[in-house]
């Protein structure tokens, strides 16, 4: 866990790079959308310069602490990028943003107006496995679930035969600790991945009401 404070910039590693954060009580995984409702000034700011931009900014689950104070952050974020915004009614800024690869924080610090920025290390994406025969009925189960599930899951591409892709669905859709979300997102082989949300799948289907 990490929290804010000052670092040698200078001697940020070849291969690295610099991100806005944004410290949330969720997990984003890549590939998933990410819904927001974004008020505060520093946000805002952060928003329209990616918007202008065309840039990313992470996500990264806030452990414990404050966004205004001291936050304590875990060590493994993902980058987002927005990909739709609207403005309220009430005047807040809506946005949806989709994951894309994780990052590793090496080091973060807190600008004057509250914002977080990480020097981090970018993550190789999981290696494409193909989907193993015995979770083809896991992936049939997701078709449904993300049909149901409508309007946020249309435009985002669909790759059912992807172990990687469907074990991360099922993480970020399925009820758990936020603790044990960011495990499944620390996890570097799909299959690993697969093998640890299939029995919380099979409880929740168990309990169901029929």
């Given at each position: 866990m990490y929290s804010p404070g000052m670092g040698n910039r200078a001697s940020t590693p070849s291969g690295s790079a610099t991100l806005p954060l944004f410290p949330l009580r969720t997990v984003l995984?890549?590939?998933g959308p990410l819904p927001l409702r974004v008020f505060e000034p520093r946000y805002l700011d952060m928003i329209s310069a990616c918007l202008r931009q065309d840039s990313e900014f992470g996500?990264?689950?806030l452990r414990d602490g404050s966004e205004t104070g001291v936050?304590?952050?875990v060590e493994v974020g993902t980058c987002a990028r927005i990909t739709d915004w609207y403005q309220g009614s009430d005047g807040i800024l809506g946005i949806t943003a989709v994951g894309g690869g994780r990052f590793r924080l090496r080091e973060v610090s807190q600008q004057a107006d509250g914002l977080y920025v990480g020097d981090v290390l970018r993550l190789p994406p999981l290696p494409p496995v193909p989907l193993p025969e015995e979770y083809?009925?896991?992936a049939a189960l997701?078709?449904?679930i993300i049909d149901d599930l409508g309007k946020l899951y249309e435009p985002l591409p669909r790759a059912y035969?992807?172990?990687a892709w469907v074990g991360a669905r099922f993480a970020e859709i399925l009820p758990m600790e936020l603790e044990d979300k960011q495990r499944c997102l620390e996890i570097d082989d799909p299959l690993e991945l697969l093998r640890v949300v299939r029995p919380l799948l099979q409880s929740i289907r168990r309990e169901r009401p029929q």
């Open positions: 995984f890549p590939g996500v990264i689950l936050a304590r952050l083809r009925s896991m997701l078709r449904t035969e992807d172990a």
